[in-house]
Nanobody, 126 residues
């Protein structure tokens, strides 16, 4: 089992920045892909960014490109999401997720991930 714990959420004015952290513990050697998802009320949980841990390949989805940066610190089993130029539409609960994909690209669907954190709220006000 892998346990994931997010931190760093909060409230910020539009245009501001936040940095989310995700601490992984347990059998982290079972994981080779980690991602951030978000879910706003009434919406599906959707991927924001993902990183393939073995080579650092990243992918970003939709409107977060050029504003968000996903990164890893393998030595500390940490995942980060730097969020800049935040917009009110970025308001959501953000989840850390992990999976073992075995040498392929990271999944883009929530169904591809086996491990989840409890989520952290991000609120962006105008």
């Amino acid at each position: 089992q892998v346990q994931l714990t997010e931190s760093g959420g909060g409230s910020v004015q539009a245009g501001g920045s936040l940095r989310l952290s995700c601490a992984a513990s347990g059998y982290t050697s079972n994981v080779d892909c980690m991602a951030w998802f978000r879910q706003a009320p009434g919406n599906e949980r959707a991927e924001v960014a993902a990183i393939y841990l073995d080579d650092g390949r990243t992918l970003y989805v939709g409107s977060v490109k050029d504003r968000f940066t996903i990164s890893q610190d393998n030595a500390k089993d940490m995942l980060y999401l730097q969020m800049n130029s935040l917009r009110p539409e970025d308001t959501a609960v953000y989840y850390c997720a992990a999976a073992r994909v075995g040498g392929t690209s990271c999944p883009t669907s929530k169904y591809g991930f086996s491990y989840w954190g409890q989520g952290t709220q991000v609120t962006v006000y105008s």
